[in-house]
Structure formats: C-alpha cells, structure tokens
C-alpha cells in the first residue's frame, strides 16, 4: 500500500529535549516536504527537498533542521525544542516529474513542548 | 509566497444539501489543488486544476477556476454527513526556480453536514 508513515503520533516533550520525527514514504517520491499545522494560520511549510541530498526552506525553517540521506526517508529535527514548536506536524511527498501531482500526507504528529 | 484565503471558515448545512467552497489568491499560479482533512488526519487530494482549465468534475465534486479574477471554488453535490471535513485550496505558484515544487495552503473551510 502507498503510504507515508510518520513517527511519532503524539510526543510530549520539554524544552531544550532534543528530538527527532521520521518520515518514510514508499512510492519512490524524489519530492518530500514538512508542515506545521496551527490554528487559525493553516499549513505552512517548513522544509522541503527535490532529491537525496538536495533540501531547501519554506516559510518558517526557523529551530528546525532535516536532512535527506536515501530517498524514501526525510527526517525532521528539533534540536532545541520551544514551547512555540507545539503543533501538528505534517510529512508529504510527491513525483517531481510531473510538479502538478497531488501531494501524499503521513497521518501527523502531535507534538506538545513544555 | 502567496497563500489561498477561503471563503466561508465555516460552513453547516444538512444531508442532501450542496456546499460551495471558495478560494482567492493574488498571483499568477501553474495550477490550483483541492485537499480534505478529516479531524486529526493528514490531507487528502481530492483534485487538480490547471491555470488553462475553467473547470473539472470528480464523481459529487466540481472544481471551476476564474483566472481573470483569481478565485476558484469547490461544490461538493447531495452531501452526506461523512463529508464532514476540512477543506483547503493549495496553490503551486506560476514561476519555476525555488517555488518549483512547492504548494501553499489556505487556511481551509470547516465544513459539516448534519444528517
């Protein structure tokens, strides 16, 4: 089955906890990005990267880090977690080949920083 | 970048009813996407139309586009309660470099139907 697969679901942390979110996607997608999603400001993009090795910023990078070592997997990393990081995060990914197709999203993660 | 600003945030209706979703945005776009996020789940296509398209039909949804004034909308036909969702319009921007590839979501319309 097709999917994008993230872990965790739900993480509750606290301040200056370093932690890491997978993501992993089957379809042999070369296009994978990272969401935050808040009330009131919808998603917004965070990172995103066009092949192994290749990765650039969204609109709000800040505090976070990734990295693209092989291409089904795109981690995300928050190396000094705020309480301002608390959201619900997304994983997507999709064919570059042809930019208009549909993004496929993980099921999120929640992440709660205290 | 620019973003899709929905129109209404919130919309209830009953079974059988139709729901019209709108989205404008300010600059030129390759193509406009239509994605649904049941509560606590990650996102959904739902359809694609393209910047040379006016409109496309999928099944109870249609999707019309109006370049000329920059909005689309989305009307989903005879709803039913499980159509309950969220509703976002994503935009792939029009010039290619460093917006290649890139969607910029709308804050999305809450819809729910009641049985």
């Known amino acids: 089955e097709a999917q994008v697969t993230q872990n965790p679901r739900y993480l509750i942390t606290v301040t200056g906890k370093k932690l890491t979110v997978t993501c992993s996607q089957n379809?042999?997608?070369?296009?994978m990005s990272w969401y935050r999603q808040d009330p009131g400001l919808g998603l917004r993009q965070i990172y995103y990267s066009m092949n192994v090795e290749v990765t650039d910023k969204g609109d709000v990078p800040e505090g976070y880090k990734v990295s693209r070592k092989e291409k089904r997997n795109f981690p995300l990393i928050l190396e000094s977690p705020s309480p301002n990081q608390t959201s619900l995060y997304f994983c997507?990914?999709?064919?570059?080949?042809?930019?208009?197709?549909?993004?496929?999203f993980g099921d999120g993660t929640r992440l709660s920083i205290l | 970048s620019q973003q899709g600003e929905e129109d209404p945030q919130a919309l209830s209706i009953q079974e059988g009813e139709n729901a019209t979703m709108n989205c404008s945005y300010k600059t030129s776009i390759n193509n406009l996407q239509w994605y649904r996020q049941n509560s606590g789940r990650g996102l959904v296509h739902l359809i694609l139309?393209?910047?040379?398209?006016r409109e496309k039909h999928s099944g109870r949804l249609r999707v019309t586009l109006d370049t000329s004034k920059k909005s689309s909308s989305l009307l989903i036909t005879a709803s039913r309660a499980a159509d309950t969702a969220s509703y976002f319009c994503a935009l792939l921007d029009y010039a290619g470099g460093t917006s290649y590839g890139k969607l910029t979501f709308g804050q999305g319309t809450i819809l729910t139907v009641h049985p």
């Open positions: 379809m042999n997608h070369e296009y």
């Open positions: 139309i393209r910047s040379n398209e």
């Open positions: 997507a990914s999709s064919r570059l080949d042809r930019p208009e197709f549909p993004q496929h």
